[in-house]
């Protein structure tokens, strides 16, 4: 499946993705990685992947989605992996990739959709925090759950130590999750002492 990953920063989910896809086995073949700043640093990262910025900055909605559209559709893209992409896109935009398209969030959906999830995890007192693959549908982290990956709050933690320990759950995460949206899961080897459900 001819895949695009659409990323907004440091693309460290985007990495994990492309390692994956290096596999021959693997479902997604990357055609395309996408960023709507032209700063992300994710950028510089992609290897031989070809790259391109659609700005989001100062435009219509509309107008950024039909260009970020264009250009997919110019690479023959069949699929979207959205990787730390922070650009809510519209019904229309979603409705147009419906089922081909997935994302990663940094919480256990249903909860803590949106932004900051790490420090309102902490503030909520949660023990149990983690992250979640899922569809992306027309309301905001509200797809169908593809998988989630938990992890627990320590003692002592604080924000950037919590949101490290997730990310690194988060790529072990997204690369199966997205197998297993392609409909080509492959048996999970050892998820070591992480609570892991696709
Ligand atoms: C990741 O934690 C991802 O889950 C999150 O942004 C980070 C991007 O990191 N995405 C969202 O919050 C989407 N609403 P990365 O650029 O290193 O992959």
């Not at 693309?11 to 055609?31: F, H, K, Q, T, W």
């Not at 032209?38 to 992609?46: I, M, Q, V, Y």
């Not at 027309?138 to 169908?144: F, S, W």
Request: hydrophobic share 50%.
């Amino acid at each position: 499946m001819k895949t695009a990953i659409l990323i907004s920063g440091r693309g460290s989910n985007m990495v994990s993705l492309l390692e994956a896809m290096a596999d021959p086995d693997y479902p997604a073949r990357p055609v395309l990685v996408v960023s709507n700043r032209a700063d992300a640093g994710g950028l510089a990262r992609t290897g031989a992947v070809p790259t391109a910025v659609v700005p989001s900055r100062g435009r219509m909605r509309e107008d950024f989605e039909a260009a970020l559209d264009a250009r997919l559709r110019e690479s023959g893209v069949e699929f979207i992996a959205l990787a730390g992409f922070m650009r809510v896109l519209t019904a229309d935009f979603v409705r147009r990739w419906e089922g081909r398209m997935v994302n990663i969030h940094p919480s256990l959906l249903p909860s803590f959709k949106g932004l900051d999830t790490h420090a309102r995890a902490l503030a909520a007192g949660v023990k149990i925090h983690g992250c979640t693959a899922h569809w992306v549908s027309a309301g905001v982290d509200e797809g169908r759950i593809i998988g989630q990956a938990a992890v627990p709050v320590l003692d002592g933690d604080n924000e950037a130590r919590l949101a490290a320990r997730v990310l690194a759950a988060e790529h072990v995460l997204y690369p199966r999750a997205l197998a297993i949206a392609l409909g080509a899961a492959r048996p999970a080897p050892d998820a070591g002492a992480r609570i892991l459900a696709l």
